[in-house]
């Protein structure tokens, strides 16, 4: 590993720990303003789905696409803060029984094995709900403008034209495999969405042109295509001790991925052509954009 690796995986473990700090602050038991209270039951099941590891590489493109255009470092942690509820709500039902069946996610047993079926589906919509709570909170040092936009936003890459529809497309992939443009939309929706929007919501944050805005958005679905890509070949090549959760599901239930229509070779192309394009996205911003192109690159060569 050479020194800039370090660098950046020092400073996504230090951005991680920031975003935990927070998430413990915004997930403890103790009932808000305006809410009557907070069974310890869900509280406790919500802790566990979000405070069970993880990088955090969400929040981390938000800090660091805010810190690229001089947004406000506070207001980032609490949107990345969001992010990572709403991330970790959809972690939550896509391991449920009805959807992946999985009982392993970040090397622990998942929130329905660990409570039960109805606490995580309750978990889940707790979270979903709870990130546009986050956004819109005083707490959140941000223009009403910023915030409807976020908002907006979150709420478009998170729903039925986003991850929840990617999640509808990917179970029924299932029983009809779809042909390669329809994969490539299953998967900017499913997993390129929310990253999408990570790199989105810093220029959002800093109050960015609408150049620097629509860079950033191109630059997110470049790095999220690369993401899903190189999840792919993970799935094929590495274990379950790796990874902290099950392995060769998708080929075990026929699912059409890229890696399975073109092959390895052609994967690993494809990824290092998508980190290109993602470096080129930031050429604008010189010297400024080197962690985020690190974060490109460690997204294209990650091992779990």
């Excluded at 470092?73 to 509820?85: H, M, P």
């Excluded at 960015?208 to 094929?236: K, M, P, T, W, Y």
Aim: net charge negative; hydrophobic share 45%.
């Amino acid at each position: 590993m050479d020194a800039s690796s370090e660098t950046f995986e020092a400073r996504l473990a230090a951005t991680a720990r920031e975003v935990e700090a927070v998430l413990d602050i915004l997930l403890s038991p103790a009932a808000l303003n305006d809410e009557i209270a907070r069974p310890e039951s869900l509280c406790s099941a919500m802790h566990y789905a979000v405070l069970n590891g993880g990088k955090r590489l969400r929040p981390f493109l938000v800090v660091e696409t805010a810190s690229l255009l001089g947004g406000d470092r506070s207001a980032a942690l609490r949107v990345g803060a969001a992010l990572e509820c709403v991330h970790c709500y959809s972690l939550v039902h896509d391991d449920l029984p009805a959807m992946d069946d999985d009982d392993l996610r970040r090397g622990k047993p998942t929130v329905h094995i660990a409570y039960d079926e109805a606490t995580a589906i309750l978990a889940g919509d707790s979270l979903l709900t709870y990130a546009f709570d986050i956004i819109a909170a005083p707490e959140t040092s941000l223009p009403d403008t910023a915030k409807v936009a976020l908002t907006l936003a979150l709420a478009r890459g998170a729903g039925i034209g986003g991850m929840a529809g990617g999640q509808a497309l990917d179970l029924a992939a299932e029983k009809q495999i779809p042909d390669e443009q329809g994969i490539v939309t299953l998967q900017a929706m499913k997993t390129g969405a929310l990253i999408r929007f990570a790199c989105e919501a810093g220029a959002i944050i800093a109050g960015a042109s609408a150049e620097d805005r629509a860079r950033l958005r191109q630059f997110g679905e470049r790095i999220g295509l690369a993401f899903q890509l190189a999840d792919d070949i993970l799935d094929l090549t590495s274990d379950a001790a790796t990874m902290g959760k099950a392995t060769g599901k998708d080929a075990g239930r026929g699912k059409g991925t890229l890696v399975a229509l073109h092959g390895i070779a052609w994967a690993e192309t494809k990824l290092a052509e998508h980190v290109r394009e993602a470096e080129a996205l930031l050429s604008a911003y010189a010297e400024r954009s080197i962690i985020l192109a690190e974060a490109a690159r460690f997204i294209a060569g990650r091992k779990s």
